[in-house]
């Protein structure tokens, strides 16, 4: 019989959890946020490549097949990639230049701040967003750690919430969710709830799988049979169940409640400032995100409102 290492792994974590806990709350919080500005400069090139590298994937799929048509569907005046394009490689660079960033170039809001914002090499503007999104995962990350304390519960909340904001800038930009966040979402979830102290009952947490996946399929069927229009993405069906598997199915109610009103009242917003046609589908994963994220850390307090 092979020995086991999770006794092993359980006494080192244990003991790198209780030095932690053991450092002054300054030194705890500023961990915290430059660990969350550094997985928020990763989650950058998520949102950014992860699009390009699914692209490149269904445009070699369909080269495969019918190689006129891949042709057709590409931009000539697109920049040119790399034969090697992911997460890793190649290294940042400038969108319009090309310039490779350097490593103080590439440190996460210092660099935004110390270049006013603009490349080094070829000045054009670089976009707030970058350092928005580091912030936010910053944010994220002592919010974390206020919320569940030094255990693995707070990286574990992190984790959720770095997927969440990468997940919603996406489907912000492209109108999709993709399967690569969504589902391994899902099973996190259920496996974070598979012992004793996780988020929700494992019970708690299939049932809400299971629900938040065909709530939003009959939602999705009901529309479509009634107005003869699709009126959300399977994306969307995937991450409320993964949502219900993170927070169990009573969280299910509260989450869709605050999606959809938050999804309204940005809708009525933008169409009032004829950003948007009242017709126009807008993006329900941002909602849908920001309904967990305050259900994470809020809990329900809309059931007491209502009884």
Not at 43 to 48: E, I, Q, S
Not at 173 to 178: E, G, V
Request: aromatic residues 14%; proline residues 7%.
């Amino acid at each position: 019989m092979l020995p086991s290492f999770e006794p092993y792994v359980a006494d080192h974590a244990g003991v790198y959890l209780q030095a932690f806990a053991a450092l002054p709350a300054a030194a705890k919080y500023g961990f915290a946020v430059v660990f969350g500005l550094v997985i928020g400069s990763f989650l950058t090139v998520v949102v950014h490549r992860l699009p390009i590298m699914l692209e490149r994937a269904w445009r070699a799929e369909i080269e495969a097949t019918d190689a006129k048509d891949a042709h057709s569907e590409h931009d000539p005046h697109e920049r040119p990639l790399p034969v090697r394009y992911n997460l890793a490689v190649p290294r940042s660079g400038c969108p319009h230049c090309g310039h490779t960033l350097r490593a103080w170039e590439n440190i996460p809001v210092v660099s935004f701040v110390l270049l006013r914002g603009r490349c080094a090499k070829c000045g054009a503007p670089v976009s707030p967003r970058y350092p928005l999104i580091e912030l936010a995962t910053a944010l994220f990350a002592a919010a974390s750690l206020y919320a569940f304390g030094p255990d693995w519960l707070a990286l574990a909340a992190f984790g959720l919430c770095a997927t969440l904001l990468a997940m919603s800038l996406i489907d912000f930009d492209t109108k999709y969710l993709p399967d690569s966040l969504t589902l391994p979402l899902l099973w996190a979830g259920l496996i974070i709830n598979l012992g004793d102290g996780g988020f929700a009952p494992l019970r708690d947490a299939v049932i809400g799988a299971i629900a938040g996946y065909l709530f939003l399929w009959c939602v999705y069927w009901i529309f479509r049979l009634v107005r003869g229009v699709e009126g959300m993405g399977y994306g969307d069906f995937k991450l409320l169940a993964a949502l219900g598997a993170w927070l169990g199915w009573m969280a299910l109610p509260q989450i869709l409640m605050v999606s959809a009103i938050a999804g309204a009242l940005v809708g009525l917003i933008a169409t009032w400032r004829k950003r948007m046609r009242f017709e126009e589908p807008l993006p329900f994963g941002p909602f849908l995100a920001i309904g967990g994220a305050l259900t994470l850390f809020f809990g329900t307090p809309l059931y007491a409102l209502f009884g």
